[in-house]
């Protein structure tokens, strides 16, 4: 069994910061490229940031600079640093995981983060 366990939301004030973070177990996790998206009401599912296997990062431009993602392969957990949150950041992120041999697609149930006066 594959399972992707999130943690770290809240409720935040805007110009703080938060760290999310997302263990997996059950799959090849040295192996797997991994991301956080994000989805607010209304609004379509959106890539945040990406890490392949190898330690290389993409970022969303909304983000770029202010968020960090990163991986503890010994944990087998990965990480998104939000510093500097904004009111538009708002929304439930997901981590996702793509398995390495068949290419299936895995995802955590999500954890809400609120940034507001």
């Known amino acids: 069994q594959v399972q992707l366990v999130e943690s770290g939301g809240g409720l935040v004030q805007p110009g703080e910061s938060l760290r999310l973070s997302c263990a997996a177990s059950g799959i090849a996790f040295v192996l797997s490229a991994l991301d956080w998206y994000r989805q607010n009401p209304g609004k379509q599912r959106e890539l945040v940031a990406a890490?392949?296997?190898?330690?290389?990062?993409n970022y969303v431009d909304s983000v770029q600079g202010r968020f960090t993602i990163s991986r503890d392969n010994p944990k087998n957990t990965v990480y998104l640093q939000m510093n500097s949150l904004k009111p538009e950041d708002t929304a439930v992120y997901f981590c996702h995981l793509r398995a390495p041999f068949n290419g299936k697609d895995y995802w955590g149930k999500g954890t809400l983060v609120t940034v507001s006066s």
């Open positions: 890490i392949t296997r190898g330690g290389s990062t």
